[in-house]
């Protein structure tokens, strides 16, 4: 089976292009989303043999969309452009979906730094068993990644109840972190995706 990686970025230059070479040994294509960059992003990723998608910013969710649309693999996989995940762990991850073992597979990473996405999650693990819901390096089936509307301001929790409710088989397994020089802006969108949550969950329910 050939192997996408989705790779959503803004304003990732100095960072894209050593990621995008380290994600190109693991999978068959590389697909970087930019959504909206206004620096050296663009040049930098298709330097380094990754295929370009430019869009208006839109935010995360849609970028990963736009890469879904594209994908010529029949498995995608989904990582940060910053280089906070490592792609030697894509195999780890795409390991379950090779077996017929699972149709989404999430990335469990060994802290979770925002309370409201332990929360989240913490809520998301009543319905379906696993604790790690925010973290946006996952692999999935490219069936699924398409019949996914992935509700919501962020990654958290909806998409993995949306997931469920559509029939997946969805396991997680650990993944490491690497440290990034960046600033993390504070996540206000965890409020509304609390409730976004919430509402997923009563349907589900009904």
């Not at 990723?45 to 849609?62: C, D, F, Q």
């Amino acid at each position: 089976m050939r192997v996408t990686a989705i790779i959503p970025a803004i304003n990732e230059g100095g960072r894209i292009g050593k990621v995008v070479e380290a994600t190109r040994r693991q999978v068959d294509e590389v697909v970087v989303v930019d959504d909206g960059s206004s620096d050296g992003t663009i040049r930098e990723a298709e330097m380094s043999g990754a295929r370009v998608i430019r869009k208006k910013h839109g935010g995360y969710l849609k970028a990963v969309k736009a890469g879904f649309a594209v994908a010529g693999g029949e498995l995608v996989v989904t990582l940060d452009a910053d280089g906070e995940h490592d792609p030697r762990d894509i195999p780890r991850l795409l390991a379950p979906l090779l077996a017929g073992q699972a149709d989404l597979v999430l990335g469990r990473r060994p802290r979770i730094a925002r309370p409201s996405e332990r929360l989240i999650s913490w809520l998301v693990h009543w319905q379906v068993p696993v604790w790690d819901t925010g973290c946006g390096f996952r692999a999935l089936k490219r069936d699924l990644a398409r019949r996914l509307t992935l509700p919501g301001r962020c990654i958290c929790g909806a998409s993995v109840l949306e997931a469920y409710y559509l029939g997946a088989k969805i396991l997680e397994v650990p993944i490491s972190l690497r440290e990034v020089d960046k600033p993390r802006k504070i996540a206000w969108g965890h409020g509304a995706q609390l409730w976004t949550v919430l509402r997923l969950l009563w349907v589900g329910r009904r």
